[in-house]
């Protein structure tokens, strides 16, 4: 009997501990987001306030035009998403013409309207680009060669 009570007592301190490792992520928001509320985050808010956006990342961004759409699904609670997602949005400052839609997901890549899983979402963060409401291509996690460079050329295919 002693042993049982024990053997409890041990699974339920452990089960305490574990949901006490992983609830942090549970603080972050989830679904669809505007961009002032992704910069209230004090990571994603400085590190807009770090990136300077070159003269020619600007004049590449605002080539772009206006039936250009993209989709980003990250994790406020993702480094990748942390380092990204600030620079996309600044970037997309100086093109306020291009559509711009931003899904932050829980730590299972999903979120409240199951946009993330209707699009195949698995990594963060996953930026998808279209062009005339046609996907044209994905950053996944991190650019090849940088945000711009790489919509640029999806965009000039």
Known sequence: ??????????????????NAGGGHHHDFPVGEMTKAQVLEN????????????SELE?????????????DVFFGMWCHDSEREVPQLLKLLASEPGAKLN??????KK??????????????????IVYQDDKEVGRIIERPQ??????IHAMLAK
Request: charge should be positive; avoid cysteine.
């Open 1 to 18: 009997m002693h042993k049982a009570i024990w053997f409890v007592l041990v699974v339920f301190m452990l089960s305490l501990n574990a």
């Open 110 to 127: 999903s979120d409240p309207k199951g946009l993330a899983k209707a699009n195949k979402v698995k990594y963060t963060p996953t930026v």
């Open 42 to 53: 004090e990571d994603f808010g400085q590190n807009y306030q770090n990136y300077v956006v």
């Open 102 to 107: 931003l899904y932050a997901l829980d730590i």
């Open 58 to 70: 600007a004049s590449k961004v605002q080539s772009w035009g206006k039936n250009v759409r993209i």
């Open 145 to 150: 060669s940088s945000l711009v460079n790489d």
